[in-house]
């Protein structure tokens, strides 16, 4: 089975959030910032930032977290982001470093 990812990004501003789930961190991001599919919600937001994410040995278990997120209120996302990414830094950096031989 393969492993998953549940993200969040956000836009220059900060003012949209979108959480999402892949089992490909690398690809999808590059698909939210290369406005791969133009007329998403992303694309039409801007939405380039990776500012939260998480690891799961299961896509299962992402999918599961994407929906406990997406139930949650603006204000627990935002708790959440704050909890490991107080300066809401992009983290798409990070996750080059750390997952670029993982899907190869």
């Given amino acids: 089975m393969k492993p998953g990812f549940v993200y969040i990004l956000t836009n220059k501003n900060k003012t949209t959030l ?9 690809q999808r991001i590059n698909q939210h910032r290369t ?9 039409r937001y801007n939405l380039n930032y990776l500012v939260y994410y998480e690891a799961f040995q299961f ?9 406990q997120l ?4 603006r204000q627990k ?3 959440l ?3 490991i990414n107080p300066e809401w830094k ?3 950096d990070e996750i080059l470093e750390q997952f670029s031989g993982l899907n190869n």
Avoid: P, Q
């Fill in 70 to 73: 997406k139930a949650g209120s």
């Fill in 90 to 92: 992009d983290l798409y």
């Fill in 18 to 26: 979108y959480i999402g789930v892949t089992s490909n961190i690398i």
């Fill in 81 to 83: 982001i704050n909890s």
């Fill in 77 to 79: 996302k935002i708790d």
């Fill in 59 to 67: 896509i299962g278990d992402a999918i599961g977290r994407e929906k």
């Fill in 35 to 43: 406005k791969f599919y133009r007329n998403s919600f992303s694309s």
